[in-house]
C-alpha cells in the first residue's frame, strides 16, 4: 500500500514562494507517475503538476504554468513542487498522488491517481 504524506504549506503574502514536499513509501517510487492537485474551498479538486516516473515528462497546469515547478527525487523517495508568485487564487488544499500501477502514462485528472496524501493547507494573503 502506498503512503503519501505532504510537508510544506503555510500562510504567505502574494509575490512570495513555497516548496511542497511529498514522501512516498510502500512500493518503488522509481516507477510511479506522481502528481499534485489542489482544491479551493466550494471548488472540485484539479490537477497542477504531473511527472513520469523517470522525470523527463512533466505536466501543468495553465493557471500555474510558468510559476510551478513540479521534480522528483528517486533516491530519496521524494516529489516536490516549487511554487514562485503566489497569488490568492492559488490558496487550496494541496494534494500529493500517486498513478495506482507502475509505468503508467502521465495522469491528469483525479481519477487516473490511486493514492493520495491528507493534504497540506496553503494560503496566500493579498
Known amino acids: 500500500q502506498v503512503q503519501l504524506v505532504e510537508s510544506g504549506g503555510g500562510l504567505v503574502q502574494a509575490g512570495a514562494s513555497l516548496r511542497l514536499s511529498c514522501a512516498f513509501s510502500?512500493?518503488?517510487?522509481?516507477?510511479?507517475?506522481m502528481g499534485w492537485f489542489r482544491q479551493a474551498p466550494g471548488m472540485e479538486r484539479e490537477i497542477v503538476a504531473a511527472?513520469?516516473?523517470?522525470?523527463?515528462?512533466?505536466y501543468y497546469g495553465d493557471s500555474v504554468k510558468g510559476r510551478f515547478t513540479i521534480s522528483r527525487d528517486n533516491a530519496k523517495n521524494t516529489v516536490s513542487l516549487q511554487m514562485n508568485r503566489l497569488t490568492p487564487d492559488d490558496t487550496a488544499v494541496y494534494y500529493c498522488?500517486?498513478?495506482?500501477?507502475?509505468?503508467?502514462?502521465?495522469?491528469?485528472?483525479?481519477?487516473?491517481?490511486?493514492?493520495w496524501g491528507q493534504g497540506t493547507q496553503v494560503t496566500v494573503s493579498s
Open positions: 498522488a500517486s498513478r495506482g500501477v507502475p509505468y503508467r502514462d502521465l495522469g491528469y485528472s483525479v481519477r487516473d491517481y490511486a493514492y
Open positions: 510502500g512500493r518503488t517510487f522509481s516507477t510511479y507517475n
Open positions: 511527472i513520469g516516473w523517470s522525470g523527463y515528462s512533466t
